[in-house]
């Protein structure tokens, strides 16, 4: 399947290699021409997902709530592209980094908060076209389950899961199917495990039923 590179989210010739790119302000090191800003995909699973053409929905400018947003790799590319972005991450430390990413971006919102509980975010998130999920925790389908409010009608849950941070011993083809399993209230569209770039994580495209 090749999916449709969202508005904003271009390849991009860098020192002679194509590479996905959007336009911002750097962040990690990422090599850059002019405005453009190449988007390391061994560093990111959603630019892992794009470069290989999942068919994520996306088209540019949507409102985003991105839920583990870490000192903000992924979720800054996100927030060239999209329109408001919500960045949930509960680790005080690489929220400071965050911060910073945020102050080139107008349109990113920095919540330090625990994406188990989504009321202490209720108040401030408007419903959202997309919701991009890499907590990397125990607990992944719930995490998608409780911020599936959040979700407007043709929205996109866009979620990584890492088999090894559900359980270390398991068979990470069983923990896949026990977050299918444990899914709740979405339809799934599409799945694509993103080896070797990133070992054991599964990508998962689907959409909210209500
Ligand atoms: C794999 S890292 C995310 C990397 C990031 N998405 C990127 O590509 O730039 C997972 C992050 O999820 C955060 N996290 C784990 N559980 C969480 C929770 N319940 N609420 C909010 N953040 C959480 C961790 O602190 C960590 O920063």
Same mark, same amino acid.
């Given at each position: 399947?090749?999916?449709?590179?969202?508005?904003?989210?271009?390849?991009?010739?860098?020192?002679?290699? #194509?590479?996905? +790119?959007?336009?911002?302000? =750097? %962040?990690?090191?990422?090599?850059? $021409?002019?405005?453009? /800003?190449?988007?390391?995909?061994?560093?990111?699973?959603?630019?892992?997902?794009?470069?290989?053409?999942?068919?994520?929905?996306?088209?540019?400018?949507?409102?985003?709530?991105?839920?583990?947003?870490?000192?903000?790799?992924?979720?800054?590319?996100?927030?060239?592209?999209?329109?408001?972005?919500?960045?949930?991450?509960?680790?005080?430390?690489?929220?400071?980094?965050?911060?910073?990413?945020?102050?080139?971006?107008?349109?990113?919102?920095?919540?330090?908060?625990?994406?188990?509980?989504? #009321?202490?975010? +209720?108040?401030?998130?408007? =419903? %959202?076209?997309?919701?991009?999920? $890499?907590?990397?925790? /125990?607990?992944?389908?719930?995490?998608?389950?409780?911020?599936?409010?959040?979700?407007?009608?043709?929205?996109?849950?866009?979620?990584?899961?890492?088999?090894?941070?559900?359980?270390?011993?398991?068979?990470?083809?069983?923990?896949?199917?026990?977050?299918?399993?444990?899914?709740?209230?979405?339809?799934?569209?599409?799945?694509?495990?993103?080896?070797?770039?990133?070992?054991?994580?599964?990508?998962?495209?689907?959409?909210?039923?209500?």
């Amino acid at each position: 399947m090749t999916g449709t590179l969202p508005t904003g989210v271009e390849r991009r010739r860098f020192d002679s290699n #194509e590479r996905l +790119a959007t336009r911002g302000q =750097p %962040v990690y090191g990422e090599p850059t $021409d002019g405005d453009w /800003r190449a988007w390391d995909i061994r560093r990111s699973k959603l630019g892992a997902m794009l470069d290989r053409g999942m068919e994520t929905g996306l088209s540019g400018d949507e409102t985003v709530l991105y839920l583990g947003a870490a000192a903000g790799t992924t979720v800054s590319h996100v927030a060239d592209f999209a329109g408001p972005t919500y960045a949930v991450e509960f680790a005080a430390r690489p929220v400071r980094d965050l911060l910073t990413v945020a102050d080139s971006r107008p349109n990113l919102f920095v919540l330090l908060k625990d994406a188990r509980k989504p #009321e202490a975010y +209720a108040h401030v998130v408007e =419903p %959202v076209d997309v919701i991009v999920q $890499d907590v990397a925790t /125990r607990g992944q389908a719930r995490v998608a389950n409780e911020n599936r409010r959040f979700l407007k009608q043709n929205g996109r849950l866009l979620a990584v899961v890492k088999a090894r941070s559900e359980d270390v011993t398991a068979d990470p083809t069983d923990v896949f199917e026990t977050f299918r399993s444990q899914l709740e209230g979405y339809e799934i569209l599409d799945t694509e495990r993103l080896d070797p770039l990133h070992d054991d994580h599964l990508a998962v495209v689907a959409r909210p039923t209500w």
